[in-house]
């Protein structure tokens, strides 16, 4: 159980708002689409917050231009996978940038048991920290 | 292209004018070649634009001259030495000069002008700040013909700026690496800043990031004193930031301040600090240009993001007559190779006109900017893709005046709210979760497209519903605004200081 207010992972960029209705998904999607950024979803069991490489549920839809249409694949992939971590990535293509631009969770398990912190005392009073996943111990798939 | 030249020789004259120019005595510098109203700047000049005030009898001209010679080759009297050098490269030409408006006769500022000087680049050191400043804010400054001097602004030709490293890490990387977008970052400076030990000084950090901030940061003045020195700081300050991660599965971070007497000293910080996983360290203006240099490139090498506080500054930018503006200041340390830097708020308790401070982070911001007289943008800027440095609103800030944050500053900023999180009525994570609900709130109401600059308060007032946090904070500080007039104001328009 995690013990922050709200006790939840707070990744992505509004998980201190109660969570997204597909109402407020598909505004976010639409101002993404008006700046021309392309939309990506992505799935996980293990939230660690080094893990960069969430798997990709499809490559990001750069010619669906259809907010209803990219919604229909975030639920599709919310009843493929109800109990994992899903966002919604926006990519920008714009000399410059070229990197995402928004990252927000639409999905997260009912539970979730959060992180260890895990010391290994060194040298000089110096502490080594490693951040680990309680659920990330059960093989994937099983986690949540 | 014409006006790309400089290869071609310039002849060495010998004729009966040469040689009346360079007879012992001295010159108007007009007469000496350091006024050229006819000069067309070179795409590699570096050109400049500075605020004169002569004194009485001393012509803008000549004012103008006096100082592009004082800042290049002149010195107070005629020297035959110039003869044995290409003297006409290397001399400044100033080559334009105009009243500023609102100043002289029937106004209450006495007359000052603005002047154009453009130097040829091969008169300053490739990737060296410290030598570029050497000139042109070095001995001209305490020029006696001159009553006040103040450096407005600076073009950068592309061929200098690519001997810059320009920033270590970059918005771009630095965002990547925090795994965080789409809105602006948080953070709070620890209060009080001087004198809590190391051990209650990480409690401050470990509540306001576990509360919700990105960041905590030292002040600028913590470095190693008697009440907490700065290997008990960071190790304290290392774990509170790992305890914060653990408890949200967020990266988080504290700007450790490896500012410190010598550069050996803060290369042993900076050294520590990456041993314990530190994503960040931070710096204060007051080192100096070598020294911001050499960290820099410190951090680049070692993957850390280096956020510079720039303590001192008002001692030179604030007062528009002399000094020099802030925004150059800016374009010397996204040159110099940092990734944050204080930018002002407009709405907190330091000077900031909302104008001026725009010039500030498109500065640092864009890509190219464009000529922007209103923003005090007095030249066209193309980057050369120099990376972006982070602006950071520090000062005065709360939740409360989210929406004109957001609306003023943008997304790529680092909203700092000190007192705003750690005097929380409920306590300091109260206090970080009451500025991320109204951070989050107001970034998903902009993307919405709502009208969220005149409705934010009734959008915070209904998250408030919500959020016990955001309500306590608008309750303690929803009337809170610094309105002050600013000083530092833009010379083309009309402005006005904006007000919570």
Known sequence: MMTNIGARLTQGQFSFLPDLTDVQITAQLNYALQQGWAIGIEYTDDPH???????????????????????KEINECRKTFPRHYIRVTAFDATRGWETPRMSYLVNRPAVE???????????????????????????????Y | ??????????????????????KAGVLRYVEMGYWQPDYKPLETDLVVVFRITPQEHVDPEEAAAA????????????????????????????????????????????????????????????????????????????????????????????????TFQGPATGIVVERERLDKFGRPLLGATTKPKLGLSGRNYGRVVYEALK????FVKDDENINSQPFMGWRD??????????????????????????????????????????????AIIMIDLVIGYTAIQSMAKWARKNDMILHLHRAGNSTYSRQKNHGMNFRVICKWMRMAGVDHIHAGTVVGKLEGDPLMIKGFYDTLRESRTPVSLENGLFFEQDWASLRKVMPVASGGIHAGQMHQLIHYLGEDVVLQFGGGTIGHPQGIQAGATAN?????????????????????????????????????????????????????????????????
């Open chain 1, 49 to 71: 917050p080094r893990n960069t490489y969430w798997d990709m549920y499809g490559n990001p839809m750069f010619d669906l231009k259809d907010p209803a249409g990219i919604l």
């Open chain 1, 113 to 143: 048991p959060g992180f260890a912190l895990v010391r290994e005392e060194r040298e000089g009073r110096s502490i080594r920290y490693t951040i680990r996943s309680y659920a990330a111990d059960k093989p994937e798939g099983e986690r």
């Open chain 2, 1 to 22: 292209m014409s006006n790309l030249s400089p290869i071609k020789a310039i002849p060495v004259k010998a004729d009966a004018a040469t040689a009346k120019r360079y």
């Open chain 2, 67 to 162: 100082v592009a010679g004082e800042s290049s080759t002149a010195t107070w009297t005629v020297v035959w030495t110039d003869r044995l050098t290409a003297c006409e490269l290397y001399r400044a030409k100033a080559y334009k000069v105009d009243a500023v408006p609102n100043t002289g006769p029937g106004t209450k500022t006495e007359q000052q002008y603005f002047a154009w000087i453009a130097y040829d680049l091969d008169l300053f050191e490739e990737g060296s700040i410290a030598n570029l400043t050497a000139s042109i804010i070095g001995n001209v400054f305490g020029f006696k013909a001159i009553k006040a001097l103040r450096l407005e602004d600076m073009r950068v030709p592309v061929a200098y700026l690519k």
């Open chain 2, 211 to 214: 509360g919700g901030l990105d």
């Open chain 2, 233 to 278: 700081r960071f190790l304290y300050c290392m774990e509170a930031v790992n305890r914060a991660s653990a408890a949200t599965g967020e990266v988080k971070g504290h700007y450790l301040n490896v500012t410190a007497g010598t550069m050996e000293d803060m290369y042993e910080r900076a050294e520590f600090a990456k041993s314990l996983g530190s």
């Open chain 2, 436 to 500: 991320r609900v109204a951070l989050e709130t107001m970034i998903m109401a902009r993307n919405e497209g709502r009208d969220y600059l005149r409705e934010g308060p009734q959008i915070l007032k209904d998250a408030a519903k919500w959020c016990g946090p955001l309500r306590a904070a608008i309750d303690t500080w929803g009337e809170v605004s610094f309105n002050y007039e600013s000083t530092d104001t833009a010379d083309f328009v009309p402005t006005a200081t904006a007000s919570a």
